[in-house]
């Protein structure tokens, strides 16, 4: 089992829509979680950073975390075409870890239509 | 505020050649990674430094591939002899604090044919 799963899509919605974007994890002790978003042809960027459970938000994101479950998500309300892009979850690896030692989902395709 | 810059952009070689990229930080930021993101794959960790010493190169191939980061500044990642399986985009990416918030460059696009 991979320490990280993402569903690689591809997922296409409609302008508007909320868009649901998970990751689950085998890894109990992961305790820091990221979104990087990366459009075609460039480098990731961060996108959210969340610590441990619950919720956080900020515009039209919000990162949840259910460490219960090892089941992240990235909703995006009233998705626009420049949400089009590659979504990775990430995950900072437990104590002992370089913190720069990202572990990353393999990304979601987004394509968000006019 | 000049990002993460890094050169070749692409760069198609035959496999045995060798290949070297460069990359600049972003200005402060101590600490520098290079990351292999294969086609269809999130981009996985070849090495850290922290400032001009390794923090983490755990996961480099090291009978082929070498990097420095020379004066804790400016890096090369350099691959000798390629295989076919190192096409993929190599990124590196700085960061001011060890929080997991990388700053990116665009990549520089390897083919080995």
């Known amino acids: 089992q991979k320490e990280v799963e993402q569903d690689p899509g591809p997922l296409s919605v409609p302008e508007g829509a909320i868009v649901s974007l998970n990751c689950t994890y085998s890894?109990?002790?992961?305790?820091?979680f990221m979104w990087y978003r990366q459009y075609s042809r460039k480098g990731p960027e961060l996108l959210m950073y969340?610590?441990?459970?619950g919720n956080k938000e900020d515009g039209r994101f919000t990162a949840q975390v259910d460490k219960s479950s090892k089941y992240i998500s990235l909703f995006i309300r009233d998705s626009q075409p420049s949400d089009s892009a590659t979504y990775l979850c990430?995950?900072?690896?437990?104590?002992?870890?370089?913190?720069?030692?990202?572990?990353f989902g393999k990304g979601t395709k987004l394509s968000v239509k006019p | 505020e000049a990002g993460v810059a890094q050169s070749p952009r692409y760069k198609i070689i035959e496999k045995r050649q060798s290949v070297a990229f460069w990359c600049n930080p972003i200005?402060?930021?101590?600490?520098l990674y290079w990351y292999q993101q294969i086609l269809g794959q999130g981009p996985k960790l070849l090495i850290q430094?922290?400032?001009?010493?390794?923090?983490?190169d755990s996961q480099l191939p090291k009978d082929r591939f070498s990097a420095e980061r020379l004066k804790g500044v400016d890096s090369t990642l350099k691959i000798q002899p390629a295989k076919l399986e190192d096409s993929a985009v190599y990124l590196c990416?700085?960061?001011?604090?060890?929080?997991?918030?990388?700053?990116f460059g665009e990549g520089s696009r390897l083919t080995v044919l």
């Open positions: 990416a700085s960061s001011f604090s060890n929080t997991g918030e990388l700053f």
């Open positions: 890894n109990s002790a992961f305790q820091y």
């Open positions: 969340t610590y441990s459970s």
């Open positions: 990430a995950m900072i690896p437990p104590m002992g870890g370089s913190q720069g030692n990202l572990i």
């Open positions: 200005s402060g930021h101590a600490t």
């Open positions: 430094f922290q400032n001009n010493g390794v923090v983490d």
